[in-house]
């Protein structure tokens, strides 16, 4: 039996071989080279501070101004009186400052004279949050001002961070946005531009605006940047705490500077007012010759190092970048930091000699022998049963623990499958029985006539067929952030939300049931052309409240959940047998995606065994279809009111009126017997539009 020898002793023992001479080698070096080092750290730091406000100022705008041209050129600020465009739009500005900290208000004029701003109010003076009432804390103020002559009538709202909002208020103002220096010089460039620094209409403050055409032409994208933001974020660059950075404007003049640290430091130096003189000099002079200034220059005892010199063309504005630092912070602390990185370098590179020696020499057929074998565990291999034998004691351990391993994952991949164990590994969580009430989004599906298949075909067919029917639909599913809980026979449970947050939870189950439907006619259109049956799936789906977890006995547990979501869901998907629909969904799952998919209201009905009532709808695409289905939804609502109100004559002529449109629409020949019957039976007792299930 071999011997085995401390991991620990062997590196040690190749330490002491090598690392007296190579680290006095090395930290002979580093001294050697701390003063070229110290000299090249303060130049790298000045230069780095140029280029992160020059960044600031040229690739900050720029991404905003992007933004902006993304939004004029997009069809919801071209459009024209379309009140979901409106909301669309006051949407896009809110996200816009949510996004962008350093834009004080987005908004955008037409050429009518109408305007919609959106803005944070912390700029506003005391008066005027008295006067407009706006709530404590943070929010942002939308404004709508409305086409015509002055004076407009101006109607604005208060967002709170939770996206909900206070009253609309409605008031007169003589505001023109035609007027206002950002839209005048865009409409005349026809382009992107920058103002020059001017004291804004909507608060007390003076800032720089942003101007972006619409690329229609009837109006101008804006933003505002107020001083006192820029001033804030110019703080943020300094690299040190009594650093100065100022930019001024080629007009003359300056505007933006850097806040004074706090005189309560104990390092806040008080010369800071005599070094802002010298820095306003120093772009006065870089304004007046067009060359970089650096020099050193001495305040309250301190030599400072000022550079000031112009930035590129920015949209048509010109600004000069002014530094001022004190050297001594550039270069006391370097000190000290160049010394010890000498000596951490020394001690770095003499480790990893070691480090590779040691491995490379002792280590490596071992680790690479171990390495294989874990890859093959990991793949769920486990025809290696050689274990790894070495003369070091942590190596021997790993070997035994790894072999363990492969014998332990062995054994319990005799009761659960391959698949299961993988997705297992990558995913390790709680085992507990247990769970948390959310709100999830529940999918049921089913294959009509699925019985009478299973009567015509091999077992072995239909086992393939179902597989491969399974990974489309399922295909869809996880791709769409949902979770398939089981398979039940030829049905598919699927649930969102859980066990990850999904706050789009509700829209992504109806992509998922949209696109799980069109894979699954693919795949029966591929099937049919080669002679064989194809598959057709119904599908239900629902929004409630359950409790998802691990759910059964400690030695054996199930992830799914628990609620009457889930039975609402199966209900639904059985409706689609009475309609002849493929989904169906329940009000809960149509009214928070009505702006995303087309809905049409089916019915409103009581399940059986049940006895609340529900909306039916059944999606009829995205929203970019919605021009498609709008003839056809029209005339469908029209029958479906006379047909509420019991005026089955009207609804009997408007529900043929629907199915002229669309002759191979199964719910309208539903509705057109049922109003058949009522004219000819006559209309149900305390009739009210709902329909009661008596099957399932």
Same mark, same amino acid.
């Given at each position: 039996?071999?011997?085995?020898?401390?991991?620990?002793?062997?590196?040690?023992?190749?330490?002491?071989?090598?690392?007296?001479?190579?680290?006095?080698?090395?930290?002979?070096?580093?001294w050697?080279?701390v003063?070229?080092?110290?000299?090249?750290?303060a130049d790298?730091?000045?230069?780095?501070?140029e280029?992160?406000?020059?960044?600031?100022?040229?690739?900050?705008?720029?991404?905003?101004?992007?933004?902006?041209q993304?939004?004029?050129?997009?069809?919801?600020?071209?459009?024209?009186?379309n009140?979901?465009?409106?909301?669309?739009?006051?949407?896009?500005?809110?996200?816009?400052?949510?996004?962008?900290?350093?834009?004080?208000?987005a908004?955008?004029?037409?050429?009518?004279?109408?305007?919609i701003?959106?803005?944070?109010?912390?700029?506003?003076?005391?008066?005027?949050?008295?006067?407009?009432?706006a709530?404590?804390?943070?929010s942002?103020?939308?404004?709508?001002?409305?086409?015509?002559?002055?004076?407009r009538?101006?109607?604005?709202?208060?967002?709170?961070?939770?996206?909900?909002?206070?009253?609309?208020?409605?008031?007169?103002?003589?505001?023109?946005?035609?007027?206002?220096?950002w839209?005048?010089e865009?409409?005349?460039?026809?382009?992107?531009?920058?103002?020059d620094?001017?004291?804004?209409?909507?608060?007390?403050e003076?800032?720089?605006s942003?101007?972006?055409?619409?690329?229609?032409?009837?109006?101008?994208?804006?933003?505002?940047?107020?001083l006192?933001?820029?001033?804030?974020?110019?703080?943020?660059?300094?690299?040190?705490?009594?650093s100065?950075?100022?930019?001024?404007?080629?007009?003359?003049?300056?505007?933006?500077?850097?806040q004074?640290?706090?005189?309560?430091l104990?390092?806040?130096?008080?010369?800071?007012?005599?070094?802002?003189?010298?820095?306003?000099?120093?772009?006065?002079?870089?304004?007046?010759?067009?060359?970089?200034?650096?020099?050193q220059?001495?305040?309250?005892?301190?030599?400072?190092?000022?550079?000031?010199?112009?930035?590129?063309?920015?949209?048509?504005?010109?600004?000069v970048?002014?530094?001022?630092?004190?050297?001594?912070?550039?270069?006391?602390?370097?000190?000290?930091?160049?010394?010890?990185?000498?000596?951490?370098?020394?001690?770095?590179?003499?480790?990893?000699?070691i480090g590779?020696?040691?491995?490379?020499?002792?280590?490596?057929?071992?680790?690479?022998?171990?390495?294989?074998?874990?890859? *093959?565990?990991?793949?769920?291999?486990?025809?290696?049963r050689?274990?790894?034998?070495?003369?070091?004691?942590?190596?021997? *351990?790993?070997?035994?623990?790894?072999?363990?391993?492969?014998?332990?994952?062995?054994?319990?991949?005799?009761?659960?499958?391959?698949?299961?164990?993988?997705q297992?590994?990558?995913?390790?969580?709680?085992?507990?029985?247990?769970?948390?009430?959310?709100?999830?989004?529940?999918?049921?599906?089913?294959?009509?006539?699925f019985?009478?298949?299973?009567?015509?075909?091999?077992?072995?067919?239909?086992?393939? *067929?179902?597989?491969?029917?399974?990974?489309?639909?399922?295909?869809?599913?996880?791709?769409?952030?949902?979770?398939?809980?089981?398979?039940?026979?030829?049905?598919?449970?699927?649930?969102?939300?859980?066990?990850?947050?999904?706050?789009?939870?509700?829209?992504?189950?109806?992509?998922?049931?949209?696109?799980?439907?069109?894979?699954?006619?693919?795949?029966?259109?591929?099937?049919?052309?080669r002679?064989?049956?194809?598959?057709?799936?119904?599908?239900?789906?629902?929004?409630?409240?359950?409790?998802?977890?691990?759910?059964?006995?400690?030695e054996?547990?199930?992830?799914?959940?628990?609620?009457?979501?889930?039975?609402?869901?199966?209900?639904?998907?059985?409706?689609n047998?009475?309609?002849?629909?493929?989904?169906?969904?329940?009000?809960?799952?149509?009214?928070?995606?009505?702006?995303?998919?087309?809905?049409?209201?089916?019915?409103?009905?009581?399940?059986?065994?049940?006895t609340?009532?529900?909306?039916?709808?059944?999606?009829?695409?995205e929203?970019?279809?919605?021009?498609?289905?709008?003839?056809?939804?029209?005339?469908?609502?029209?029958?479906?009111?006379a047909?509420v109100?019991?005026?089955?004559?009207?609804?009997?002529?408007?529900?043929r009126?629907?199915?002229?449109?669309?002759?191979?629409?199964?719910?309208?020949?539903?509705?057109?017997?049922?109003?058949?019957?009522?004219?000819?039976?006559?209309?149900?007792?305390?009739?009210?539009?709902?329909?009661?299930?008596?099957r399932?």
């Amino acid at each position: 039996m071999w011997r085995s020898i401390p991991f620990s002793v062997t590196i040690l023992t190749l330490m002491a071989l090598v690392v007296v001479p190579l680290t006095s080698v090395l930290l002979w070096l580093g001294w050697r080279s701390v003063d070229l080092l110290e000299q090249r750290s303060a130049d790298q730091r000045v230069s780095h501070l140029e280029s992160a406000v020059e960044g600031f100022l040229t690739d900050g705008l720029h991404v905003v101004i992007s933004v902006g041209q993304t939004l004029a050129y997009g069809p919801s600020f071209n459009a024209t009186e379309n009140p979901v465009t409106d909301e669309e739009r006051r949407r896009q500005l809110i996200a816009l400052l949510d996004r962008h900290q350093a834009v004080q208000s987005a908004f955008v004029g037409y050429a009518d004279g109408s305007f919609i701003y959106a803005g944070r109010p912390e700029s506003f003076t005391v008066e005027q949050r008295i006067e407009m009432d706006a709530p404590d804390g943070e929010s942002i103020i939308v404004r709508v001002i409305e086409a015509g002559s002055a004076p407009r009538t101006e109607t604005y709202w208060f967002y709170l961070p939770d996206g909900s909002h206070g009253p609309a208020r409605t008031t007169t103002t003589g505001f023109d946005a035609r007027a206002r220096p950002w839209y005048v010089e865009a409409m005349k460039a026809k382009q992107a531009i920058l103002t020059d620094p001017y004291r804004f209409a909507q608060t007390p403050e003076a800032g720089i605006s942003a101007g972006i055409p619409l690329r229609t032409g009837i109006g101008v994208v804006g933003f505002d940047f107020t001083l006192r933001t820029l001033s804030e974020l110019l703080t943020a660059y300094k690299i040190t705490a009594n650093s100065v950075i100022v930019v001024g404007h080629l007009g003359g003049g300056v505007e933006i500077e850097s806040q004074p640290c706090a005189p309560a430091l104990p390092n806040c130096l008080p010369s800071d007012s005599l070094v802002r003189q010298f820095l306003r000099k120093a772009i006065g002079e870089a304004i007046a010759t067009d060359a970089k200034i650096d020099r050193q220059v001495e305040a309250g005892g301190h030599v400072y190092r000022l550079i000031a010199h112009r930035m590129p063309v920015l949209l048509g504005q010109r600004f000069v970048i002014g530094a001022a630092v004190p050297v001594h912070e550039l270069t006391a602390e370097s000190q000290v930091l160049l010394q010890r990185a000498a000596i951490a370098a020394a001690v770095a590179v003499a480790l990893a000699v070691i480090g590779a020696l040691a491995a490379s020499l002792i280590l490596s057929r071992s680790i690479a022998r171990i390495t294989l074998k874990t890859e *093959r565990i990991r793949q769920l291999d486990f025809s290696d049963r050689q274990p790894v034998q070495s003369r070091i004691t942590e190596i021997a *351990r790993l070997s035994d623990a790894v072999e363990n391993m492969r014998s332990g994952l062995e054994i319990f991949g005799r009761y659960v499958s391959k698949t299961l164990v993988q997705q297992i590994m990558r995913s390790p969580a709680s085992s507990g029985v247990g769970g948390t009430r959310r709100e999830v989004t529940v999918m049921f599906s089913d294959i009509e006539g699925f019985s009478r298949l299973t009567e015509t075909m091999e077992p072995e067919l239909l086992t393939s *067929r179902l597989s491969r029917y399974f990974e489309a639909l399922g295909s869809a599913i996880t791709a769409n952030r949902g979770t398939i809980d089981k398979y039940i026979g030829d049905s598919i449970m699927a649930f969102w939300n859980a066990p990850e947050t999904d706050p789009q939870h509700v829209a992504n189950a109806c992509h998922a049931a949209l696109q799980a439907a069109a894979a699954g006619h693919a795949l029966s259109e591929k099937w049919r052309e080669r002679g064989r049956p194809g598959f057709r799936t119904r599908f239900g789906l629902h929004t409630g409240p359950a409790v998802v977890g691990n759910v059964g006995a400690r030695e054996r547990i199930n992830y799914t959940l628990v609620g009457q979501v889930a039975n609402q869901a199966s209900r639904l998907e059985g409706m689609n047998k009475v309609y002849g629909t493929e989904i169906l969904a329940s009000g809960e799952v149509a009214g928070p995606t009505s702006t995303l998919f087309v809905w049409r209201h089916i019915d409103r009905v009581v399940a059986v065994g049940t006895t609340e009532a529900h909306d039916v709808y059944e999606p009829m695409g995205e929203a970019a279809s919605r021009a498609e289905h709008a003839d056809f939804l029209a005339a469908w609502e029209k029958a479906r009111e006379a047909y509420v109100q019991g005026r089955f004559e009207e609804a009997l002529a408007g529900f043929r009126a629907a199915a002229a449109l669309r002759e191979a629409d199964p719910p309208c020949q539903v509705f057109i017997g049922r109003c058949e019957n009522f004219l000819h039976d006559g209309v149900p007792a305390g009739w009210d539009g709902t329909w009661h299930m008596d099957r399932k």
